[in-house]
């Protein structure tokens, strides 16, 4: 069994592309790579265990993650009540208007120089306004939009993954179920609930189409065979892959640009395209405002 630790929140449609389903849609579950991903910021932190195809997935859950912070600028100018409004002031409207190291020069968040010289204007404001707490690490984490990091939340964080892999890999005990978030910010709690699939998660709950071929079709000829097929209905379809862990443009011809580009590949076979058995292609066309999964069978 394939396990995949990711400790970022980014959506793995890799492992979803792994998915291998029967004819009837019925899902293969010795094809699913189980996912361990946690994450934290600053006192908060969680952890969850994703079965592809079976659980929520990241997609499922982008309703959970926390939009980015904008201050109202008439309260960056008029009533700031927080070092950041003090520093968020500096960066939006001082450094504009007086443009300290040029007339072309934007901020550079990894410049000493850049840093500091909004650290001391951030400085000056806050102490007219009776403001504490600006310092050189907080201006510097809101020009890079620096993500504070503590560690005690990232070693409880890391033991709930690690925990999770052990469960994952002995079957000593049923993993999560699989959601679990944690704040130490005031006190300790702790809660795991159960993140719900979504029925039109355009990741996880979009079902492959098997077309049965030989590989040694062009690419046209395949084309041709799928606009026949009753099951898709399509009229123009548009198609990428992946070979070599790269995405690869087989056919887009709705784009002169790309129809151009790709039309060689018109005339070549899938295995010339080095298409295999078990192939994973995206499919797009007017007729779907999704992408269609098509993954090729020996006839």
């Known amino acids: 069994m394939w396990i995949r630790f990711c400790c970022s929140s980014s959506l793995d ?43 929520a997935c990241i997609e499922c859950n982008l309703d959970l993650f926390p939009k980015q912070i904008n201050f109202p600028l008439c309260t960056l100018a008029e009533t700031p009540r927080l070092p950041q409004h003090c520093i968020e ?29 909004i650290f001391e204007q951030a400085s000056a404001r806050a102490q007219l306004y009776g403001i504490l707490g600006v310092t050189y690490r907080l201006t510097q984490g809101v020009i890079k939009h620096i993500i504070p990091a503590v560690a005690s939340t990232n070693a409880v964080i890391a033991a709930m993954c690690a925990a999770e892999v052990i469960k994952v890999i002995t079957f000593c005990y049923k993993p999560m179920n699989n959601y679990t978030i944690f704040n130490d910010s ?82 070549k076979s899938l295995q010339e395209l080095k298409l295999t058995y078990g192939q994973v292609i995206n499919v797009t066309d007017s007729i779907s405002p999704k992408p269609i999964m098509l993954v090729l069978q020996q006839s």
């Open 13 to 55: 449609q890799w492992n979803v592309g792994l998915l291998e389903y029967s004819e009837d849609g019925t899902l293969n579950q010795g094809s699913i790579t189980p996912i361990i991903d946690g994450g934290t910021e600053g006192f908060k932190g969680n952890a969850r265990v994703i079965m592809p195809g079976l659980t």
């Open 89 to 117: 002031y500096i960066k939006l409207i001082v450094w504009t208007n007086e443009k300290p190291f040029g007339a072309d020069v934007s901020i550079d968040g990894d410049d000493p120089q850049h840093i500091q010289w």
């Open 186 to 267: 005031q006190g300790i709690y702790t809660y795991t609930f159960e993140a719900e699939k979504k029925d039109d998660c355009p990741s996880c709950s979009q079902k492959p189409v098997i077309i049965k071929c030989e590989l040694n079709l062009t690419l046209q000829e395949f084309i041709d065979s799928i606009k026949e097929d009753e099951r898709l209905q399509l009229k123009s379809p548009g198609l990428t892959t992946m070979v070599d862990n790269k995405n690869k443009t087989l056919y887009i011809p709705n784009i002169p640009s790309l129809e151009k580009a790709t039309k060689i590949n018109l005339t």
